[in-house]
């Protein structure tokens, strides 16, 4: 009889679980214990980390790149007004470095 009744209350209860288990997300913010520590059992949160990292990484050189094409340009355009150069370089030049002040801001954040 008591085999019964846990029978009966594991059949009961199995669909419940496993609507449990399907809400998983992969993210950690929401994940409840379960599914959080299956996900890290699995890896998946150090695989999220790991993607995470690399973007920033790449991010980084990208706005480095930046600032030192930024600083180039501003040279130039310094190097540009002080020999009178004609008008419609300054101008090209200004706006090259307004554009790459705001690629520098972008990529900041």
């Known amino acids: 009889m008591k085999t019964l009744r846990n029978v009966l209350f594991l059949s009961a209860t199995l669909p419940l679980l496993a609507a449990c288990q399907s809400t998983c997300s992969g993210d950690a913010r929401t994940d409840d214990y379960w599914c959080a520590r299956s996900n890290l059992n699995k890896g998946v949160y150090a695989a999220q980390t790991a993607k995470l990292q690399s973007v920033a990484s790449l991010r980084q050189h ?46 900041m954040q």
């Open 62 to 107: 990208e706005q480095q790149d930046a600032r030192a094409l930024l600083s180039q340009r501003q040279a130039e355009l310094a190097a540009a007004r002080a020999s009178s150069a004609s008008s419609t370089e300054i101008a090209r030049l200004e706006a090259e470095v307004a554009s790459l002040r705001l690629q520098v801001q972008s990529l």
